[in-house]
């Protein structure tokens, strides 16, 4: 049997996609948490000195998009063609285009920059890539790609919780973003998916 163990912080970021995965395949991990103030030590052990790392049979492998696609693939969750999996990658990549503007505001330290950020964020940024998401799940019966599950509507839902900390004026309601939303409610209707949520550990985002 294959042994996998993730690491990663405590709290769901880019664990969290690896960990919907896991769940929706019923596939047994170690989840294995690390608290921010360890991080100084803990850096260095690892082969780029960030996480999520995952362990498969005591070989670690990096980078969170590879480690997805490959679990993906584990439990069926990818395209069924090249085609297929170019729409998925394309709409995981426009959310991670805005994700990564989100969390950049979240952790911003100065408070002046932080002010300046958030209103572009809130006035522009946020508007223009969840309406296109917003579009995609209309286009696509209720899924971010390819008319079906994929991946792709796992990796959006799993970010839930850390946009509802990051983004709380937007994700509360979801109000201007209907059919996000119904994709994201699905995916977290799904039992395993469901389960996990309801008992993973309780952290602030
Ligand atoms: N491209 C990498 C990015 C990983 C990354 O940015 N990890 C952050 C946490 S979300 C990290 O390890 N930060 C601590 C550090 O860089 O020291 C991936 O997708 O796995």
Sequence with gaps: MVVYKLHYFNLTGLGEPIRFLF???????????YEMNEWVDLKKKFPL???????IDDKEHVQSMAICRYLAKQVGLAGD?????????????????????ISTVMWEQNQEVKKEKQKILHEQQIPFYFKKLDEYAEANNG?????????????????SKYFSYAIKE???????????????????AIENIKKWVETRPDTFC
């Design 170 to 188: 937007v994700f509360n309601d979801y109000e201007n973003y209907p059919n996000i939303k119904k994709v994201v409610d699905n995916v977290l």
């Design 23 to 33: 769940h929706y395949g019923g596939i047994d991990f170690e989840d294995v948490r």
């Design 81 to 101: 063609s090249d085609l297929e999996n170019m729409e998925i990658d394309a709409v995981v990549d426009t959310f991670n285009d805005i994700r990564l503007k």
């Design 49 to 55: 000195g960030q996480l999520p790392v995952l362990e």
């Design 143 to 159: 899924h971010f790609a390819c008319k079906k599950l994929t991946w792709a509507d796992l990796y959006i839902a799993s970010w």
